[in-house]
T-cell receptor, first 116, second 113 residues
């Protein structure tokens, strides 16, 4: 149980385009989903927290207009990187937690974004 | 301000021996701690957790110890296996509030056959 999927796993796009990443909880209802970013050989940095049906809470320094988060249902959250630039190239990981899962977050497999 | 610190970036142990990964934190409000294992280009996998009301939690080969007075926790893996080679992250949460996890920098464990 507690499986989280992400799609796509790998995406290459041109500078200036927008990219949408999906995060799904497959076997539980995710009341809260989190989006992280990881640079090579660094720790996971929380970008934002989203609760189903409400606006996401962004961490300091994360541009909300740049990284659009939608948590429309208890099993799906999306992160859209708008007008992507090469510096947005990174590994994006989502996690999800549910009311029955205590505080444990279960992570998706990640999405590697390369902006040319 | 790094609230969760893993001061050893890497650790190498022999197969069959014990691996001890350490983690320190500064925020006394943290009351739930987790360890995750991560392979390159994959998401972290949950290993084991511990609540602040406990000082030890064991699950198979994995044991987590918590010393609240020292604000220190450790993950023991025994016996270590080559398949345990990965990056290990400790994370802390102030639970009940936002559920946000604060991660350490990670320790790369290499288990040699």
């Amino acid at each position: 149980g507690a499986v989280v999927s992400q799609h796509p796993s790998w995406v290459i796009c041109k500078s200036g385009t927008s990219v949408k990443i999906e995060c799904r909880s497959l076997d539980f209802q995710a009341t809260t989903m989190f989006w992280y970013r990881q640079f090579p050989k660094q720790s996971l940095m929380l970008m934002a927290t989203s609760n189903e049906g409400s606006k996401a809470t962004y961490e300091q320094g994360v541009e909300k207009d740049k990284f659009l988060i939608n948590h429309a249902s208890l099993t799906l959250s999306t992160l859209t990187v708008t007008s992507a630039h090469p510096e947005d190239s990174s590994f994006y990981i989502c996690s999800a937690s549910g009311q029955d899962l205590s505080e444990t977050q279960y992570f998706g497999p990640g999405t590697r974004l390369l902006v040319l | 301000d790094q609230q969760v610190k893993q001061n050893s970036p890497s650790l190498s142990v022999q197969e069959g021996r014990i691996s001890i990964l350490n983690c320190d934190y500064t925020n006394s409000m943290f009351d739930y701690f987790l360890w995750y294992k991560k392979y390159p280009a994959e998401g972290p996998t949950f290993l084991i957790s511990i609540s602040s009301i406990k000082d030890k939690n064991e699950d198979g080969r994995f044991t987590v110890f918590l010393n609240k007075s020292a604000k220190h926790l450790s993950l023991h893996i025994v016996p270590s296996q080559p398949g345990d080679s990965a990056v290990y992250f400790c994370a802390a949460s102030d639970a009940g509030n936002t559920g946000k996890l604060i991660f350490g920098q990670g320790t790369t464990l290499q288990v040699k056959p």
